[in-house]
């Protein structure tokens, strides 16, 4: 079945209704990225409406890549991780659905791509609640610049990509992503290295830094990866920092890397991953467990 309707999308629920029974949550509706689904306007009206008069909606997450930034989105309503929602929609009603999602309850919306975006809307993220999620692996004038955004956005545009520096500032929780497979390897400490830089590991050319006014701190970057994820995910208060009564969910690195230089945290490699207290990888001569105070499953 191939969904590109509302009635598309309507029979499919039913299918998943009887396969899920009657107290699942999932809404799962058609995927697409650039481009306009058939009725995709009247899916977006239709589901944006049984979600806020009937309360369904637990997490918004809204994917933005268009060269209008904030103002054009694709957005994805997630009522449960494995329900996704990716039809196109114009700025009005992207705007409402966002901001409808972020008063009251703590739903947490989603920002991710955060390729172009208006200043404007910066701030709005914070007053909103919403949590700016970015791929800081692609913070780079990399073969993607060259050969497709400064052609086809212009440079102006192509060098005012992916803030990261701003969100920061503003006070917004910003947690990175990877947007695996798309980005492959999804190795953390090379986003934590171009977080900082803002170019590809291994080049140190200063024409091919992206935007260096929106370089993070070394700091910044360890949070978007650990706690503000977790927050992001709701699992602020068992994962996501290391303390008392939370998950031993850590990596141990072969280097510290605030004692090193920025150019050199992608190559740090990992000696010890504990999960839930328990090992699950261990690489040579690995440093004892942690110590008492950190939850462990029996």
């Known amino acids: 079945m191939r969904l590109n309707s509302l009635g598309d999308f309507k029979r499919l629920e039913a299918i998943l209704r009887n396969t899920l029974g009657s107290s699942s949550r999932t809404i799962i509706i058609p995927a697409g990225t650039c481009g306009r689904a058939s009725g995709a306007d009247d899916l977006v009206r239709a589901v944006r409406e049984e979600i806020l008069r009937n309360g369904l909606g637990e997490q918004l997450g809204v994917r933005v890549t268009g060269c209008h930034g904030f103002c054009e989105m694709e957005p994805s309503l997630l009522i449960k991780p494995e329900g996704t929602f990716y039809p196109r929609v114009k700025g009005p009603d992207a705007g409402r659905i966002v901001e409808a999602a972020a008063r009251g309850a703590d739903g947490r919306p989603l920002v991710t791509h955060l390729q172009l975006v208006d200043k404007a809307d910066v701030p709005r993220f914070a007053e909103l609640g919403v949590v700016a999620v970015p791929q800081p692996y692609w913070f780079a004038k990399d073969d993607y610049y060259f050969n497709l955004q400064a052609p086809f956005l212009g440079r102006e545009r192509a060098d005012a990509e992916y803030p990261m520096r701003s ?55 360890i949070r978007s990866f650990t706690i503000n994820g977790a927050y992001a995910n709701f699992l602020e208060k068992e994962t996501g920092s290391i303390e008392p009564g939370k998950w031993a969910d850590l990596v141990v690195l072969d280097k510290n890397l605030f004692e090193i230089p920025a150019d050199e945290i992608a190559s740090a490699r990992v000696v010890l991953t504990l999960f839930e207290g328990k090992t699950v990888y261990e690489a040579g001569d690995a440093p004892a467990a942690p110590a008492a105070g950190t939850k462990e499953r029996p």
């Open 167 to 221: 969100f920061f500032d503003a006070g917004v929780v910003v947690a990175s992503a990877s947007d695996f497979p798309v980005t492959v390897p999804c190795n953390p400490l090379i986003a934590i290295q171009m977080g900082i830089t803002r170019e590809e590991t291994g080049t140190g050319d200063p024409a091919l830094v992206l935007w260096p006014e929106e370089k993070a701190s070394l700091e910044e970057m």
